[in-house]
């Protein structure tokens, strides 16, 4: 079993990313700041007659991460109740890739991933996160994803998540999950 | 009274742009369209000793949009069940623009905008894009912006939206009540 | 194609009936007053070896509206952001009903009918009743009704709801389009 | 600090009330089971000259849990993806409490009760439960109570909470913080 988790903050080291690490504490995994990576925004071109052209930037290696992976960590700070920016734009071309035709594989093999989501937010996220994490359901509902559960942190100032302590001791019974599937 | 809308799709005259053109018929408003500004991803810089850099790039064109308009129609496609990253992009930069001391009348300004949203999308909105009208509800909240109304239409192909009736109806009750409020 | 409404008010000519008043102008339909009805709160008796027992109460003439109408207009008050407490009990005896031997056919039949949701609250209920649409999605799934469309009217005295001009516009529509299934 | 529970199943020893339990293990507290009240539903007589009429049911039980209680845990099965008939039935009643004359401290007596929802349900809870987590937040919101935690747990046949390691982790961890705030 192979385990990823894509950063979505802007600032390396934040509350997001310090939820991620206790989850995958002591596991092997992979890691992507997507702040490291150019990703441009979508653009809409399904009923063109060319349809999406091919954009040079960094989303290939997204496409590789959720081929090469069995379980994915989404791992974004809540701005304005819902996910980054840089994660968005990483979902929204997840409308391209399902229809590229250099990843054939790439619809059916992402069935196969099981995806987690940590979301952290400096207001009530246990209560305003609550439309973000439906949203990621419908997502991954229609990719036939499966999503396996979310932790909702809280922190405003950066170190602040290593106070809610009832988001660490949901992320250590996660730790503690995943570890168990991968013996 | 004056309006703008805010226009968060990839391409020109999208579903999304149509149904906020029957809202905005006949009446003065000025348009912005995200696809053609340059807007920057936040970078989270609250908490750094230094705060908010200068960015070099359109987002003061939104400012002065929020500044000099009373009524602003946020208009954005509905991909994986919320905003464009588009749209994203545009909300997660009001971080900084509040804090902004260029603009230091910014806050209390915004705090008389109305704000509408119309959103359009090709499965099930009417459902699935209410967790984005909860999301849109908690940011106005925030920022004290009255959020009068809202419409969600359904589309896929482009021109579909013009046979959404339902969608068109709203849209016509809420281009005559801005209408009248205007005169 | 036969219609029928349900109201889960307290008081009779509350706002939620002067709205699906509104939606049922000149069309002929069937209504019924749980108000008026003893339906006793369900039991759960799925798991016991008897099973549910036959209960002396007058849900089998709610049976007999599912088993009988093509339209459904399930219209009820928010109270406290959800549907009545007449209206859940009601809801909650379906559990009951699709296991009832005395209408094998029930589960089957209901699977035709399409159901429309009238809800009229004091506190935005606009924003505040979109977790009661959501709910009522989930249960119309899961008995794979057709959930064609809803309307959230606001109202705080009685007759307030013919002030709210957004409500009645959208109830005018959908009395359109039901005239129109009819002829 | 004194706590109590009130449960809103319809039979004893649910699956609802034993992961109340864990909540609850080795801790001090008063037990209300609903289905051995006899609770009225709500008349609203809020716009009529003479207001709520005294019921003679078992609501005055209920007063008394919220007027000694410091924390109080709502623990509901999940039916239909909201709180039972029986749960729903006793919140409607909180607007007649709110305005009975021989409880005039009520409203503001509750005020400081700290709010816990534990909810239980078979069809993916923590995603389809979510709406009536903010069903619930409203409401404690518009009584000024502080809704500090909820856990949502999934089960079908009788016990089957048991084996939701996941709930149960989470349950001993709000069982240890509410142990460590009686100390």
Known sequence: MKIASIIGSSRAEGN???????????????????????????????????????????????????????????????????????????????????????????????????????????DEPRIKGLPLIQQFRYTFDFLNMNFSTYILGEANKPGDILNDSQALSQAQFLNKSLAAQLN
Not at 32 to 43: H, T
Request: hydrophobic share 40%; proline share 3%; glycine share 4%.
């Open 16 to 122: 997001t990313e310090l939820l991620a690490n206790e989850v995958l504490k002591d596991i092997k995994h992979q890691k992507v700041y997507l702040k490291d990576l150019s990703i441009q925004p979508i653009e809409d071109l399904r009923h063109t007659k060319e349809g999406f052209q091919l954009i040079d930037d960094d989303y290939d290696q997204i496409v590789k991460v959720f081929m090469e992976n069995d379980v994915i960590i989404f791992a974004t700070p809540i701005y304005w109740y819902t996910m980054s920016g840089l994660m968005k734009n990483m979902i929204d071309r997840l409308s391209q890739a399902i229809r590229d035709e250099r990843y054939p594989q790439f619809k059916e093999r992402i069935k196969t991933v099981e995806a987690i989501v940590i979301a952290v937010g400096g």
